[in-house]
């Protein structure tokens, strides 16, 4: 830069103040910003921050030790869905927004082992030609479940999808006005069917279906009869549904498939963690299901995946269909997927699946944990109590069913939603329920080893 030009860009003697970007990103602070963002970006963020003073300099300039906090705030304005682990306080243990099911520890091992090395993905180790993608998984699949066979695809609406295309295409589904549902952000059954070119046959009203109702629909266009889990509502009053056993008679009688999305797909009873009984995954296909589709990342609390298990007839031509190559599994969930079974097949799943655990977890160890923030928090000069609540398992199952749990319960003088969103902005991220004007925290879904973190991040939030 020349002397001359010098002179005239800095009249303000407060600019020499500014730090150098250079500088800036040496500060402790920006070190962890460098690993989560990387370099260029925290730099354009510095520029930013630092033409931002630059503009506003008649104003004053904020100490120079705050300016690595603007840039922090900056980057997470800028990119509000850079992935980073955040804390899970909400008590929704399947949270679709914060990644669903975190996978086990030994499903983590997996990905890392396998990962990065070569392995025998699609290559027959005895013949060295090309072998069956993921053989192996649908064997473990089917010992789980008692299947014959299995597909194992990208996720459940894929699952879906794929057994509509192949065991439907061009003729008629029945399914119940009851099940016409949608399951989160934009899976739509009808909509699910359209694309796959059966078309729908709808019979039965909103609440109630009999087996009637699917007889009388039958023609020579019937390619195959679908129940839907209703997984994210309950229907009450005068309310009934054909039960998968009546629905299994018929399909035999007529040699149609009954496929049956069970959305959540448990293979542990529910009853046993004082849950409702949800149908396992076993029973539906004991009960009569011919395919049984389920998600990977719900209740079986591994990768993100889609599972059609059921009979060798009707899943061979879902593995001949071409649309399967579109919907694969990848390798890092084919990976995290085999952990995560043998997981329950050594009788282990309750205490190696975070999903279970966390089920599992007993009402007194979530309280005493929830007595220990609290009185973090108190010795901070921060009212908190420990209040009784509900916890629920999300993800579209048992949606209204909650497990008994205690909350550490914090009401600041401002709002709870500007709370909330301040625990949100923090370091890590920390996501929590509003109720009455509070901010509560469910300990259920925090791991044990994030507990110490708690009171100050609340403590930060409520200051800043
Ligand atoms: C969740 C759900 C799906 C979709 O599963 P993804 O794994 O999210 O694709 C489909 N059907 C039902 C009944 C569900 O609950």
């Known amino acids: 830069?020349?002397?001359?030009?010098?002179?005239?860009?800095?009249?303000?003697?407060?600019?020499?103040?500014?730090?150098?970007?250079?500088?800036?990103?040496?500060?402790?602070?920006l070190t962890p910003q460098i690993s989560l963002y990387s370099r260029p970006l925290v730099t354009a963020a510095a520029r930013s921050v630092l033409a931002e003073l630059r503009a506003g300099i008649k104003k004053?300039?904020?100490?120079?030790?705050?300016?690595?906090?603007?840039?922090?705030?900056?980057?997470?304005?800028?990119?509000?869905?850079?992935?980073?682990?955040?804390?899970?306080a909400t008590g929704v243990i399947?949270?679709?927004?914060?990644?669903?099911?975190?996978?086990?520890?030994?499903?983590?091992?997996?990905?890392?082992?396998?990962?990065?090395?070569?392995?025998?993905?699609?290559?027959?180790?005895?013949?060295?030609?090309r072998g069956q993608r993921t053989g192996d998984l649908r064997r473990l699949i089917c010992t789980l479940t008692g299947a014959e066979d299995a597909v194992i695809?990208?996720?459940?609406?894929?699952?879906?999808?794929?057994?509509?295309?192949?065991?439907?295409?061009?003729?008629?589904?029945?399914?119940?006005?009851?099940?016409?549902?949608?399951?989160?952000?934009?899976?739509?059954?009808?909509?699910?069917?359209?694309?796959?070119?059966?078309?729908?046959?709808?019979?039965?009203?909103?609440?109630?279906?009999?087996?009637?109702?699917?007889?009388?629909?039958?023609s020579d266009r019937t390619a195959l009869i679908l129940k839907v889990h209703r997984s994210n509502f309950v229907q009450k009053g005068f309310t009934g549904e054909t039960s998968l056993t009546e629905l299994a008679g018929l399909a035999t009688q007529y040699q149609l498939p009954l496929i049956y999305d069970m959305g959540s797909g448990a293979v542990l009873d529910t009853a046993d963690f004082g849950l409702e009984p949800e149908p396992t995954v076993q029973d539906a296909l004991?009960?009569?299901?011919?395919?049984?589709?389920?998600?990977?990342?719900?209740?079986?609390?591994?990768?993100?995946?889609?599972?059609?298990?059921?009979?060798?007839?009707?899943?061979?031509?879902?593995?001949?269909?071409?649309?399967?190559?579109?919907?694969?599994?990848?390798k890092l969930s084919a990976a995290a997927l085999v952990a995560t079974v043998k997981s329950y097949l050594d009788g282990r799943a309750a205490a190696e699946i975070p999903v279970w655990r966390m089920m599992a977890l007993a009402e007194t160890k979530i309280?005493?944990?929830?007595?220990?923030?609290?009185?973090?928090?108190?010795?901070?000069g921060i009212a908190a109590e420990v209040i009784?609540?509900?916890?629920?398992?999300?993800?579209?199952?048992l949606p209204e069913q909650g497990l008994p749990t205690w909350l550490v319960s914090v009401t600041p003088h401002s709002s709870a939603e500007s709370l909330a969103r301040k625990l949100r902005l923090?370091?890590?991220?920390?996501?929590?329920?509003i109720e009455n004007n509070a901010v509560l925290l469910d300990m259920r879904t925090v791991f044990p080893e994030q507990d110490a973190l708690l009171a100050p991040l609340i403590a930060a939030a409520l200051e800043g």
């Not at 679709?96 to 996978?103: C, E, F, K, V």
């Not at 309280?367 to 901070?380: D, H, M, P, T, Y």
């Not at 923090?426 to 329920?433: D, G, I, T």
């Open 286 to 330: 004991r009960g009569g299901a011919d395919v049984v589709c389920f998600s990977g990342d719900k209740l079986l609390g591994g990768p993100q995946a889609g599972i059609a298990a059921g009979k060798k007839e009707y899943i061979a031509p879902l593995l001949e269909h071409p649309f399967l190559r579109v919907v694969r599994l990848d």
């Open 1 to 29: 830069m020349s002397a001359a030009r010098r002179t005239k860009a800095s009249p303000d003697p407060e600019l020499r103040r500014l730090p150098a970007v250079e500088k800036l990103l040496e500060t402790p602070e």
């Open 367 to 380: 309280k005493s944990r929830a007595g220990a923030v609290a009185r973090r928090l108190k010795s901070n």
């Open 60 to 88: 004053g300039l904020p100490p120079a030790s705050d300016i690595p906090k603007l840039i922090v705030s900056h980057l997470r304005r800028d990119w509000p869905g850079f992935m980073s682990p955040v804390i899970n």
């Open 153 to 218: 695809v990208n996720n459940n609406a894929a699952a879906v999808l794929l057994t509509l295309v192949a065991l439907g295409h061009g003729g008629e589904a029945i399914v119940s006005r009851g099940e016409l549902v949608q399951i989160g952000g934009g899976f739509r059954v009808p909509e699910i069917m359209e694309q796959s070119g059966v078309s729908l046959r709808e019979v039965g009203t909103t609440n109630r279906t009999t087996l009637k109702d699917y007889t009388k629909a039958l």
């Open 426 to 433: 923090s370091e890590p991220p920390l996501f929590a329920r």
């Open 388 to 397: 009784k609540g509900i916890s629920m398992a999300g993800g579209g199952t």
């Open 94 to 129: 399947l949270h679709t927004n914060l990644g669903r099911a975190p996978i086990s520890v030994k499903a983590l091992e997996a990905i890392c082992w396998l990962g990065g090395a070569y392995m025998n993905l699609e290559s027959d180790l005895a013949e060295g030609g």
